[in-house]
C-alpha cells in the first residue's frame, strides 16, 4: 500500500495570510507513461463530506477559487491557500490514485489564529 | 449533476451484516466510465477506502476488508450497495458512497452526505 503522510497534523494562520499544507507518499505517484502525479487534495468542513480541490497534483476542480493551488512531483505535494479566508477552516486531505488500495493522508486540521 | 444518497440502518449488532446502499440521482449509473466506491471515516478520524464497483460489475476491494465486503450494482434501479459481514465495534463509522471518474482517474466526486452506521448490542 502506498502511504499517504501529511504535515503538519494541524495548523493556525491569520486571515489574509497563506497556508501551506504538506503530502509525501511513500512511492511515487507520478505516472511514466503520462508525466501525471495521481494526486488528489479534498477539502471536509464539520459535519460534511470531503469536496475535491485539486486532481493531478495541480489542477483546480471547477468552481474552487483560485487561492487554491497544488504543486509537487512524485512523492512530495504541496496544497496551497494563498490568502486564508475564514470559510477555508477545515480538514484537508491528500489522496493518491496511482494504485489500489486508494489511500487519503491523516488530515490537516486549518484553523484561523 | 449527480447527486448521491446513502440509506440503510444506523444500528447494527456484532456478528451481523452491515447493509447500506447508494441512491444516484441525476445521471445514469451505467452511463461512462465511472467507478461507484465506498468510503467510511471512523470517527474524528481519517478515510478509508472500502472499494468500488462498475456497472458491469467489474468490482475492486481493499484488502484490508476484501474477505468481509461486497459491493453489487443494480442498473435498473441507479443504486449500488455495500455488504460488510460479521461486523465489530471497528465497523463504526460514518459511510459514503461517492463517484470516481473512472478507473484512471480515481479521485472521488460527487459524495453522498454520509450515514454513521454504528455497531452495538
Known amino acids: 500500500d502506498i502511504v499517504m503522510t501529511q504535515s503538519p497534523d494541524s495548523l493556525a494562520v491569520s486571515l489574509g495570510e497563506r497556508a501551506t499544507i504538506n503530502c509525501k507518499s511513500s512511492q511515487s505517484v507520478l505516472s511514466s507513461s503520462n508525466n501525471k502525479n495521481y494526486l488528489a487534495w479534498y477539502q471536509q468542513k464539520a459535519g460534511q463530506p470531503p469536496k475535491v480541490l485539486i486532481y493531478?497534483?495541480?489542477t483546480r476542480e471547477s468552481g474552487v477559487p483560485d487561492r487554491f493551488s497544488g504543486s509537487g512531483s512524485g512523492t512530495d505535494f504541496t496544497l496551497t491557500i494563498s490568502s486564508l479566508q475564514a470559510e477555508d477552516v477545515a480538514v484537508y486531505y491528500c489522496?493518491?490514485?496511482?494504485?489500489?488500495?486508494?489511500?487519503f493522508g491523516q488530515g490537516t486540521r486549518l484553523e484561523i489564529k | 449533476q449527480v447527486q448521491l444518497q446513502e440509506s440503510g440502518p444506523g444500528l447494527v449488532k456484532p456478528s451481523q451484516t452491515l447493509a447500506l446502499t447508494c441512491s444516484v440521482s441525476?445521471?445514469?449509473?451505467?452511463?461512462?466510465?465511472?467507478?461507484w466506491s465506498w468510503i467510511r471515516q471512523h470517527p474524528g478520524k481519517g478515510l478509508e477506502w472500502i472499494g468500488y464497483i462498475h456497472y458491469s460489475g467489474s468490482t475492486y476491494y481493499n484488502p484490508s476488508l476484501e474477505s468481509r465486503v461486497t459491493i453489487s450494482v443494480d442498473t435498473s434501479k441507479n443504486q449500488f450497495s455495500l455488504k460488510v459481514t460479521s461486523v465489530t465495534a471497528a465497523d463504526t463509522a460514518v459511510y459514503f458512497c461517492?463517484?470516481?471518474?473512472?478507473?484512471?482517474?480515481?479521485?472521488?466526486?460527487?459524495w453522498g452526505q454520509g450515514t454513521l452506521v454504528t455497531v452495538s448490542s
Open positions: 461517492a463517484r470516481a471518474p473512472s478507473k484512471s482517474a480515481d479521485w472521488f466526486d460527487p
Open positions: 493531478w497534483a495541480f
Open positions: 489522496q493518491q490514485y496511482s494504485s489500489t488500495p486508494l489511500t
Open positions: 441525476g445521471g445514469s449509473i451505467s452511463s461512462g466510465d465511472s467507478y
